[in-house]
């Protein structure tokens, strides 16, 4: 009885979830702009959870800055991460061509053009900036484009998130061995995929790196990918210009993702993710708990307070 109550309450949610993308779909992204300035002074006033987690990770990354600027900066960040979820709808229900205009400008095209040319893959690094839906809308529309994909929460959403990620000709695999063969493929094939360096892997996936000086568990698939494919590895991100659209950017990566070791390589990850959120930090998505993992967790010591920041 339980689990049918449970089923019923999802499927609602997810048919008042869908109802809401397909009607924010036929806004215009001025219209959202809007909407998403006055939700996001609210969601740092009434959810402690999001403002804890975004005050906490700006003063452990900005720790010069003035207290009132970072308040500030919380606030533009969950207007933008506001703004990426009233979004999705443009992203991945208005028509293409809509969706297309609204892309204002390219930058660094030519280094996968480039990549691909000398029968190279691309690693794009897609951080949570901007609107990363918007940045997979375009990879997909312009190449070949692998990327990982986990099922969401509800699981009656599937077929409408994956429909969207997948109709400009995406293909999603699952985030396991047989996705990462999937990867593999795709970049000895020349093609382009998708990694999100910002996302904290499981125990045993990852080795701690610094993240603006702070060591941050970060995914080792990089290296695993570059040593066998001697792939190009950029990070992509759409910068959004509110209620106008969006720029695109691809982004050298540092060096060090191309080194054969595993610290090395993800310090280089975490310093692209940091180069590209220096375009704007506030379009960063700040209230993902970035530092969740410490080391003192990883090593078995029972007291992880000197590291532990939620």
Request: glycine fraction near 6%.
């Amino acid at each position: 009885m339980a689990g049918s109550r449970s089923s019923r309450l999802q499927s609602f949610q997810a048919r008042a979830i869908g109802t809401l993308w397909r009607f924010l779909s036929g806004w215009s992204l001025k219209a959202l702009w809007c909407v998403a300035r006055r939700l996001g002074p609210l969601v740092h006033l009434l959810s402690r959870r999001e403002r804890e987690v975004t005050d906490t990770n700006l003063a452990v990354v900005y720790p010069d800055m003035p207290a009132d600027e970072r308040r500030s900066l919380a606030r533009q960040s969950l207007c933008h991460s506001a703004a990426t979820m009233l979004e999705l709808g443009h992203a991945w229900i208005a028509s293409p061509a809509r969706v297309e205009a609204h892309i204002l400008a390219v930058y660094g095209r030519d280094k996968l053009d480039d990549a691909r040319a000398q029968g190279r893959g691309v690693i794009v690094l897609a951080p949570h900036f901007g609107n990363w839906e918007v940045l997979n809308f375009w990879l997909s529309s312009h190449f070949p484009f692998t990327a990982m994909y986990e099922p969401p929460k509800i699981a009656d959403l599937e077929p409408i998130i994956r429909h969207g990620r997948e109709r400009m000709g995406a293909s999603l695999v699952p985030t396991n061995s047989r996705g990462v063969a999937a990867l593999l493929k795709a970049l000895k094939r020349s093609e382009a995929i998708g990694i999100l360096p910002d996302q904290e892997p499981d125990w045993g996936s990852g080795v701690f790196a610094p993240f603006f000086d702070r060591p941050a568990y970060t995914a080792t698939l990089l290296p695993k990918l570059v040593a066998r494919t001697q792939a190009r590895v950029v990070t992509g991100v759409a910068l959004r210009v509110p209620g106008k659209g969006f720029v695109i950017h691809f982004l050298d990566a540092d060096e060090r993702v191309y080194s054969e070791d595993d610290v090395t390589s993800a310090t280089g990850v975490n310093v692209s993710v940091e180069a590209s959120i220096a375009l704007d930090p506030a379009q960063y998505q700040w209230e993902y708990k970035r530092y969740r993992k410490v080391v003192e967790e990883a090593e078995g010591v029972a007291n992880a307070n000197d590291y532990r920041l939620y």
